[in-house]
Structures are given as C-alpha cells and as structure tokens.
C-alpha cells in the first residue's frame, strides 16, 4: 500500500530559525493536505495542495506541492513557540476522501 | 456548535474486555472516520461512514466493529480487548466531496484507551 514518510521525524530549534518538513510518498499524490496536532491536542486541518507546483503561503507558514507530485514541504519562517507541536501531511484520494497520513514531524521551539 | 465530540476522554480496560466509543458531529457531514493514532506512525484509519447506515474498512479494521445507525453518531467496538489495542482514537468528519473544494477533516478531542 501506499506510505507517506515526512523527515525529519523530530526537530528542535531555537525560536526566530527556520524549520522545514519534509513529505514524500511511494506513490503519486492525489491532494495533499497539512494538519497541526499541538500536544495533547487533536489534528487541526491548515490548508490543501491540489496542483502540480502549487505554493501556498499562510503569514510565516510556506506550503510547497512537487513537480511530480511525490513529495510535499512545509517551511516555517522565523519559529515561534506558538508553533510547537507534530505536523502531519495526508494525501486524500480515492473514494469518501480518505486521509493517508504522513509519519510526522515533531517540532520543539526553545527561547 | 460543537464540532465533533467523543466520549469517553479516558479509559483503562482489562484483556478480553469489552467497550464502546462515541463520536458525535452536529455539522450535519456525511463522512466519518475513525482513527487510531501510536507514536511514530502517525494516525491510520480503522473504519469509515459515507452515510447513515453504511460502514467500510479502513487500513487496520481487525479486532474494530462500527455502527452509524444515525447521521450525527459514529460508533466504533471493541468486542475483546487486546494490549495492541492502547492508543489514542480520533473521530473525525467531513462534507462528502462535490466538484472541486477544500474537503477538511474536522477531529474531536481523542480517546485514551490502555488495554492492561
């Protein structure tokens, strides 16, 4: 079946650096969305990638969809702690718009 | 509005118990998920709903049942209880797809489950 992998799996900065995670699937992507899960919490949606070479930007956050649609980024520009928590990236295809969700990448921020 | 709840937030069941968890959506979706979620692997569907009355296997059905006798409801069983079985369980819900849009999943809080 398909996987969806995201590196890295764990990343620990200090608050103002950049942060990049990493999605990359076996199989070509249908739609790939990003949820944010903050500790303890529940995944909360943060945005869709439907097309080849999109890029999405929400404020510091950069949402990048490959070429050939096997691979996915997130950046993060200037960390804050608010931004501490796992992301996840999910390719939703097929029927009743079932998520395969990435492995995740926890992200730590420190003062 | 609530969103999506479950209940119970916690429990701790023996080997070979039994239970039942709810989920419950007053967003009037028509899809419904149910999810497990262990650390490093991230969250893999169990079961899912496209209506009142229908079911289907996700990507790790085994030793799970599921009923959706109501719209707003997504139940998910644990007939035998097994140590596999401790994670944390997501419902979620969405608007069944149309021609094009953004078709998010909306979680509830989870459910802690350890099987001792």
Known sequence: GQQVMQIPQYQHVQEGEDFTTYCNSSTTLSNIQWYKQRPGGHPVFLIQLVKSGEVKKQKRLTFQFGEAKKNSSLHITATQTT????????????????????????????? | NAGVTQTPKFRVLKTGQSMTLLCAQDMNHEYMYWYRQDPGMGLRLIHYSVGEGTTAKGEVPDGYNVSRLK?????????????SQTSVYFCASSYSTGTSGTYEQYFGPGTRLTVT
């Open chain 1, 83 to 111: 931004d501490v928590g796992t992301y996840f990236c999910a390719d939703q295809t097929g029927t009743a718009s079932k998520l395969t969700f990435g492995t995740g990448t926890r992200l730590q921020v420190t003062l």
């Open chain 2, 71 to 83: 719209k707003q409801n997504f139940l998910l069983g644990l007939e035998s209880a097994a140590p």
